[in-house]
């Protein structure tokens, strides 16, 4: 550890949490389930749709939005304009298979290996730390009591509860002001280049991009993290 660390900033969904765990497959059951009520489409017709429609809706600059505060909701929108793109339109069958999906998802996600431990590691070394995460009051909430994260963190920031969210500085500058640390003596650790990254590069924190695919980022890209890893169970291994 060096002298200047005093806090770790970790984002929730894709660097501490697997939230794609099980996503293609609990589509594909919850589109099956559903095609039995469907006569002359598929499952993998309507899969296909629902892809089609998944990118349209998460590219929408207004959906997007609103559909990370209500992925409930969200997935009614998507598995609805699929199934009115094979020409039928049941928003009734829509909203079960969206339902059925979302509970085969939630059964899914999971911490990724090594996470706890390297919450774990940081909190014995009397590390500060804030969980900086986007999306519905409820649902994340649910994740973190459901996984215990709230034990290892003094400060944990959700869009819903606290009114806005990253990339938004509010965020970070409340989470620096419940730490009482300054951002040169901060770690922000996330998956999401503008959303974690970017923000925090601005306000002078040291960042750890999470670059699960490894596939690198943009040579020119405006707000480069200072460290690649593709998993956070490397960051154990940094201090």
Not at 103 to 112: L, N, V, W
Not at 192 to 219: F, K, S, Y
Request: with cysteine; charged share 25%.
């Amino acid at each position: 550890m060096t002298a200047e660390l005093r806090a770790i900033f970790f984002d929730m969904d894709g660097t501490l949490l697997d939230w794609q765990a099980g996503m293609e497959e609990s589509w594909l059951a919850a589109c099956t389930a559903g095609c039995e009520r469907l006569p002359g489409i598929t499952p993998d017709e309507l899969v296909a749709a629902v892809s089609r429609k998944r990118d349209w809706f998460w590219a929408h600059p207004v959906y997007k939005h609103e559909g990370r505060m209500d992925l409930d909701r969200a997935s009614r929108i998507i598995v609805t304009e699929a199934l009115r793109a094979l020409g039928r339109d049941a928003p009734d069958l829509a909203a079960a298979i969206a339902a059925d999906y979302r509970r085969r998802r939630d059964e899914q996600i999971a911490p990724y290996p090594g996470a706890l431990d390297v919450l774990r590691h940081y909190r014995e070394r009397g590390m500060r730390m804030a969980l900086i995460t986007n999306g519905n009051a409820i649902a994340q909430r649910r994740s973190v009591e459901r996984f215990g994260l709230g034990a290892y963190f003094d400060c944990v920031i959700i869009e819903g509860e606290f009114g806005v969210g990253k990339p938004d500085e509010r965020v970070f500058r409340h989470a620096l002001a419940s730490c009482a640390v300054g951002p040169e003596q901060v770690w922000m650790v996330g998956d999401n280049l503008e959303a974690d990254i970017a923000p925090a590069v601005r306000l002078g924190m040291h960042t750890v991009w999470v670059d699960a695919a490894g596939q690198g980022h943009a040579p020119d890209l405006a707000h480069p993290p200072h460290r690649v890893i593709r998993q956070v169970a490397e960051l154990m291994h940094a201090t």
